[in-house]
Every structure is written in structure tokens, then in C-alpha cells.
């Protein structure tokens, strides 16, 4: 599945086509699905994010280098391959990507 374009920011997919070919880590902050017009609940954020990631690992064969779930935001950190990170957005939980901080990758 495609994954829209509106779901990734454009630095994020900059960062995602360099590191495709440098084989580095990109670092991402995901937005998670949750009920609207309701505050997170960060146990089922929590959930969530693990069944993506989960998901996403037995899809990819590879697991994020790092990653940190910001419950109280809806919100998680990863950072994964550049695949790992593409999949990841593909995943229904998921809303939306960020690049974590501007040109991460070098060129």
C-alpha cells in the first residue's frame, strides 16, 4: 500500500530517500490515531504503537534502533531504516510523520 503523501512531511521524505541509499538511521515522530475530540489515553497509545511496530517489524524483518511513545501527546519517536520507517506510516494507527530534527542524513 502507497502511502499518501499528506501522511509525511517533505523533509521526512527527503530524509527517507538519502538514507535509502546511505543505509542511516532516520529518525521519525509519528502521530497516532486516537478517539477525536477526546484526550489520549496513553495505556491504549502505548498499545497501539507497539502493535504498528510489531506489525512493522514482521513485515520488514527489522526491528527500531530506538524508539519512545509520548503517550499524553499521541505521539511516538523512532528511529528505524528508512524501510522500517516507510512500512511503519503505511500502518493504520498511524496519522501522520515528522523528521525528528532537519537534514538528520547526510548527504
Not at 29 to 39: H, N, Q
Not at 74 to 97: C, H, K, M, N, W
Request: glycine share 6%; hydrophobic share 40%; net charge positive.
Amino acid at each position: 500500500m502507497a502511502t499518501p503523501a499528506a501522511k509525511i512531511d517533505p523533509e521526512l521524505t527527503r530524509q527517507l530517500q538519502r538514507a535509502t541509499s546511505s543505509g542511516q538511521p532516520v529518525q521519525a515522530v509519528v502521530s497516532v490515531r486516537r478517539a477525536p475530540g477526546r484526550p489520549p489515553q496513553p495505556d491504549k497509545i502505548e498499545a497501539l504503537v507497539k502493535d504498528a511496530l510489531d506489525r512493522t517489524s514482521a513485515a520488514t524483518g527489522q526491528r527500531p534502533g530506538d524508539y519512545h511513545v509520548l503517550g499524553r501527546m499521541a505521539t511516538a519517536y523512532v528511529s528505524a531504516p528508512a524501510q522500517f520507517i516507510r512500512t511503519l506510516v503505511d500502518q493504520p494507527e498511524i496519522v501522520g510523520a515528522v523528521a525528528n530534527r532537519g537534514s538528520a542524513v547526510a548527504s
